[in-house]
């Protein structure tokens, strides 16, 4: 059992609020993902449960134990860093046996364990050698056995696939995840990437300016986005701003029933859910480009007011030479004063 809760964890330096009034439950065995933009607190946030930093307030709880005062040494977390930080001197199996050793563990014991976690994370056979000559992607497998060989009840991953190449990235986080699912190891992962975290999360928390937008399970958050920000974050979104007029939503190019009170509002629509229409009337959304991906392809269109979106289609070849299309959104949400008015 590895419960992680964090209360009301806030961190300032200087006069900048880094984390405000922080609240989560990690439960047992569940990997969370941190998502958001750069500055949005989430990496401070995990240097404080990893004990990398003090809160200025508020509770860091693991098993109901309070360990916010902890040195990260005898907190009974690990953490992988974005930076692999392995020791150049050693060869891999002393990078993982050094901190078994400093806990004083015995020869057979280090080296079972060590062997052990190698052969988890594919390097089974690598512990003679050297890091350096290791690939990218076996160098963060040792950082991630580095920490695993501990057997810390919170695993902790600071963007760890940040500077891999796309497909090793693809390839690690399913591995990772197996890993994590394996082992039923509670983890607090962060990252800036989405497709990361729809990929790998139970739950994902959508941070900004230090604060929590939303958390939910990837399916939910991506379906059903509470804020302009959440929608415009997870995925490819179009945020349209109009106005609304007798339950009629308006905007050059596009008009759509919306029974919400008069007044501004901002309508969401995916892509894939924004039907379009071959059409020859003025006031037509223009065609701008067309990018074929062979499985779909992405319309880029152009409402009569310069403003511009994104619509799916199955097959590029349907829409060649055509200049116009009407806009049919299938199902798009509406938001108002950074909440959602309405859900089609």
């Known amino acids: 059992m590895a419960v992680l809760d964090i209360k009301d964890v806030s961190k300032v330096f200087s006069t900048t609020v880094a984390v405000d009034r922080f609240n989560l439950t990690v439960g047992d065995g569940e990997l969370v993902c941190l998502l958001g933009p750069s500055g949005s607190g989430k990496s401070t946030l995990l240097r404080m449960v990893g004990g990398f930093e003090t809160p200025s307030a508020g509770v860091v709880a693991i098993d109901g134990e309070d360990v916010t005062r902890v040195p990260p040494e005898k907190r009974p977390t690990g953490m992988v860093f974005?930076?692999?930080?392995?020791?150049?001197?050693?060869?891999?199996?002393?990078?993982?046996?050094?901190?078994?050793?400093?806990?004083?563990?015995?020869?057979?014991?280090?080296?079972r364990r060590v062997d052990a976690v190698l052969?988890?994370?594919?390097?089974?056979?690598?512990?003679?050698?050297?890091?350096?000559?290791?690939?990218?992607?076996?160098?963060?497998?040792?950082?991630?056995?580095?920490?695993?060989?501990?057997?810390?009840?919170?695993?902790?991953?600071?963007?760890?696939?940040?500077?891999?190449?796309?497909?090793?990235?693809?390839?690690?986080?399913?591995?990772?995840?197996?890993?994590?699912?394996?082992?039923?190891?509670?983890?607090?992962?962060?990252?800036?990437?989405?497709?990361?975290?729809?990929?790998m999360a139970d739950r994902i928390v959508v941070m900004r300016d230090g604060k929590i937008e939303q958390v939910a399970p990837p399916d939910f958050l991506y379906r059903q986005p509470q804020t302009p920000f959440v929608a415009s974050f997870i995925g490819t979104m179009n945020l349209i701003e109009g106005v609304v007029s007798g339950g009629q939503f308006s905007r050059p190019g596009l008009k759509l029933p919306l029974p919400i009170a008069d007044g501004p509002a901002t309508v969401a629509v995916r892509p894939e859910a924004l039907a379009i229409v071959k059409s020859g009337e003025p006031d037509s959304a223009r065609i701008h480009r067309i990018t074929?991906?062979?499985?779909?392809?992405?319309?880029?269109?152009?409402?009569?007011?310069?403003?511009?979106?994104?619509?799916?289609?199955?097959?590029?070849?349907?829409?060649?030479?055509?200049?116009?299309?009407?806009?049919?959104?299938?199902?798009?949400?509406?938001?108002?004063?950074?909440?959602?008015?309405?859900?089609?």
Do not use: C
């Open 82 to 111: 974005q930076s692999h930080a392995l020791w150049t001197h050693m060869n891999v199996f002393k990078n993982l046996a050094f901190g078994l050793k400093l806990r004083r563990l015995p020869a057979d014991e280090i080296k």
């Open 119 to 199: 052969e988890l994370v594919g390097l089974g056979g690598f512990g003679h050698r050297a890091t350096n000559q290791l690939s990218g992607g076996q160098q963060q497998r040792v950082a991630l056995a580095r920490s695993l060989v501990l057997e810390p009840k919170i695993l902790l991953l600071d963007e760890p696939f940040a500077s891999l190449d796309q497909h090793l990235r693809e390839r690690l986080r399913e591995e990772v995840r197996d890993i994590q699912q394996r082992l039923g190891i509670t983890t607090l992962f962060v990252t800036h990437g989405q497709d990361e975290a729809l990929s």
């Open 292 to 344: 074929d991906y062979g499985a779909h392809a992405i319309v880029d269109l152009e409402l009569p007011d310069g403003f511009r979106l994104k619509a799916t289609v199955p097959d590029a070849r349907e829409w060649s030479g055509v200049q116009a299309a009407t806009l049919a959104p299938r199902a798009f949400a509406a938001y108002r004063e950074n909440v959602v008015a309405y859900r089609s």
